[in-house]
């Protein structure tokens, strides 16, 4: 099928390259010229794993104006929908691409909306500029980091609008849903659902799932600051959780809180919708409560801890291991609270060398550059790097012997063997323990 994307950010240069590499004719629309330019020089802005080797062996191009369009059987729109007033996405880039496809577009061409739009924005497009067209929401689950394996081989494929459309998508996604013929790097999961329901079940379909991965997040979070009140183990008890099936084990690792580029974003416009359909949707917002307070409560315990003046050692800035991206961190945003409290921050991360609006945060390029004398050690991002530090060493360089372990990667035990205290999200300092720990689950 002739294909054409809208937008090479994740999702918009992700969809193409797969879509590339099952052999559509695919091109790639973007705007922005200095990431076209990348584009086109073969690298990846973005740095997601295996995407540059992708581009590779396919035949894909970029291009910065939208002629395409008007041969392409099925237009991709992958556009960004940052939040805008009242927690709700800003669609000025949908806009735009709904009023170019709209002109542009052949009539009956599928038009598969896969950014993250509020529920009936398909309804409203179809009815309006792409009324000559096929509408189909189609949202990504994509995980930054894990973006091709989520793309070749998702756990479903959701799509929804004109059932005369169906078909068409179904051929689109042929190889994936039959799980055939994968590149060798990805793990097959075998035949994939596809799921097809309305556009508005399929665009709630996205804030659902985004929507309880949060919420079950900040329950851990919760869970954890409890069992430090009680004196249990957190990381027993979570261990015990997530042997549940029903529960199951990913996504259970206690933090100082969820960040990203989906998670804060989908979370606000999902409250925003449903306060927009008179609904009150107390467990949501009770996670996005808890979420700042996770951050507020272990931000709090490292100023306490810390004299004044004094310097923080931080260990990560990317808003989750295996990704450079800092969008809405929550390792930026603690550094800012520290910073203003009055604390020097030097950090390290292994993919993040500086900072566009570094707000007084000093960038450094090692461990020990960013911990040298430092009061406390403060790790906020979750990189393998940092669970598997010698604390030994660590101790060494420090000044004082505090560690903050904001993403639950190392032992209270094996901090107390190197000399250190340790301080967990909850914030409460804790004394080892025998018992085993849940460590790494992602
Ligand atoms: C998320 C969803 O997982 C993906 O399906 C979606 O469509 C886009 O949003 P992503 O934002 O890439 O993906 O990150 P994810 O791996 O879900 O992590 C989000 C945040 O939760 C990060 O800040 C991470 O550090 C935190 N997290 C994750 C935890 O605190 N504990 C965990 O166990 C897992």
């Not at 993250?116 to 509408?135: A, E, F, I, N």
């Not at 005369?164 to 994939?192: C, F, T, W």
């Not at 923080?312 to 930026?332: H, N």
């Amino acid at each position: 099928m002739r294909v054409a994307v809208l937008g090479a950010g994740y999702v918009g240069a992700t969809s193409a390259a797969v879509l590339a590499a099952l052999g559509h004719h695919v091109t790639c629309v973007e705007r922005d010229r200095s990431r076209l330019a990348i584009w086109r020089s073969g690298n990846d802005p973005l740095a997601e794993p295996g995407l540059t080797d992708l581009l590779h062996c396919v035949d894909l191009q970029f291009v910065g104006d939208g002629a395409e369009i008007a041969t392409a059987d099925l237009v991709i729109v992958a556009v960004g929908t940052p939040t805008g007033a009242g927690g709700m996405p800003d669609l000025a880039q949908l806009e735009d691409a709904a009023a170019q496809i709209g002109a542009l577009a052949r009539t009956g061409a599928v038009v598969l909306i896969r950014s993250t739009v509020p529920v009936g924005t398909c309804d409203r497009l179809q009815s309006g500029p792409l009324r000559r067209m096929r509408v189909v929401s189609n949202p990504e689950f994509l995980r930054e980091g894990h973006a091709l394996q989520d793309a070749l081989a998702p756990d479903r494929i959701v799509a929804g609008g004109p059932s005369d459309a169906r078909s068409i998508v179904e051929h689109l996604y042929r190889r994936v849903i039959e799980g055939r013929s994968l590149p060798a790097a990805i793990d097959p999961r075998g035949p994939v659902p596809f799921l097809w329901m309305s556009a508005r079940s399929a665009e709630l379909a996205k804030y659902a799932a985004n929507g309880f991965l949060a919420t079950k997040l900040s329950f851990v979070n919760e869970i954890a600051n409890l069992a430090e009140s009680v004196g249990a183990d957190a990381g027993a008890v979570l261990e015990s959780m997530g042997s549940d099936p029903r529960i199951g084990p990913q996504h259970l690792r206690p933090g100082l809180g969820w960040g990203g580029s989906c998670f804060p974003k989908d979370t606000r416009a999902l409250q925003a919708i449903a306060d927009g359909a008179g609904y009150d949707f107390i467990v949501l917002r009770a996670a996005i409560d808890q979420n700042t307070r996770q951050l507020g409560q272990f931000a709090a315990a490292i100023r306490r801890s810390v004299i004044p003046g004094g310097t923080v050692g931080l260990l990560g800035l990317a808003f989750k291991a295996g990704t450079p991206d800092t969008r809405e961190s929550p390792a930026i945003a603690l550094a800012h609270v520290l910073v203003r409290g009055g604390l020097s921050v030097r950090a390290f991360d292994p993919a993040v060398r500086a900072l566009a609006d570094d707000r007084g945060i000093e960038v450094r390029a090692t461990v020990d550059e960013a911990c040298a004398g430092a009061d406390a050690v403060v790790i906020a991002t979750e990189w393998p790097e940092f669970a598997a530090l010698d604390l030994r060493a660590l101790r060494n360089v420090t000044r004082g012997d505090l560690l903050f372990d904001g993403r639950s990667v190392i032992s209270p035990q094996a901090a107390h063997a190197a000399g250190l205290r340790y301080i967990g999200p909850s914030g409460i300092e804790e004394e080892p323990t025998a018992d085993v720990r849940l460590r790494g689950a992602a």
